[in-house]
């Protein structure tokens, strides 16, 4: 395609996404789920455009320094309060525009591969985001597999541009190999028990609804009766 060509497209597909947010927002949600899986289907307006974003933060930092990642993550793990989603909502939108840009002059200078990696990195997480269409959970961690192929594609090609001697890719790889190990093996421990898993997800994430409830519901068959009680409420 010449470079015009490529322009009007990209304007394009740029109506048609902004037409499609502006019929979505208004509809009504579905009635069959509730905002203890995804609370998109609580929110209306601003707020499910702030969540949208929102959700591209924390998959984009997921994809690439997996912090935090708990069984069940994302299940209402944030509040509508406009103040709490700004906090990755504003990271979200900047590192969208920025993965967007990326592809356009991936594009431009006919550099397949990154363009393949970052449509791996951020279709998921877009179809995730509830921007094109509502989906039943809010970012589940188990269908960012996809994006971390893209995250780690665009990885080793930057280090394959950034540094030219073989033994500082080595080097580098190594560093962020033993990081990664040493937080698959502090997160491995916790698998030990549903206890420990769930007082680690609840720790991990307070406001996780499916975390808590888990919990107590360990926390009762220990006959802990008090506690489970307080992590239901």
């Known amino acids: 395609l010449r470079t015009r060509e490529r322009w009007q497209l990209a304007l394009a597909a740029g109506v048609a996404l902004i037409i499609q947010l502006a019929i979505q927002l208004p509809m009504n949600r579905s009635v069959w789920s509730d905002p203890t899986n995804n609370l998109y289907y609580a929110s209306s307006g601003i707020d499910s455009l702030l969540l949208s974003f929102s959700i591209i933060g924390q998959g984009l930092q997921l994809s690439f320094v997996p912090l935090g990642l708990t069984p069940t993550h994302g299940y209402a793990t944030t509040t509508l309060d406009s103040a709490d989603l700004l906090g990755t909502a504003l990271p979200g939108m900047l590192l969208l525009l920025l993965a967007i840009g990326g592809g356009l002059i991936a594009l431009h200078g006919k550099k397949k591969a990154v363009f393949l990696f970052l449509c791996l990195l951020c279709g998921p997480i877009l179809l995730q985001s509830n921007l094109f269409i509502t989906v039943q959970t809010n970012l589940a961690e188990r269908l ?90």
């Not at 030219?164 to 190990?181: D, E, Q, S, W």
């Not at 491995?188 to 609804?209: C, F, G, H, I, Q």
Request: charged share 15%; hydrophobic share 45%; proline share 2%.
């Open 144 to 233: 960012l597999y996809m994006s971390a192929l893209g995250s780690m594609g665009l990885v080793v090609m930057g280090l394959e541009q950034g540094i030219r001697k073989p033994a500082g890719r080595t080097l580098v790889v190594g560093i962020c190999f033993l990081l990664l190990l040493a937080q698959s093996w502090r997160v491995e421990r916790v698998w030990k028990s549903d206890e420990t898993l769930w007082a680690y997800a609840v720790s991990e994430n307070p406001t996780n609804y499916r975390a808590q409830m888990n919990y107590a519901a360990t926390l009762f068959g220990q006959q802990e009766v008090e506690d489970g009680i307080w992590h239901t409420l």
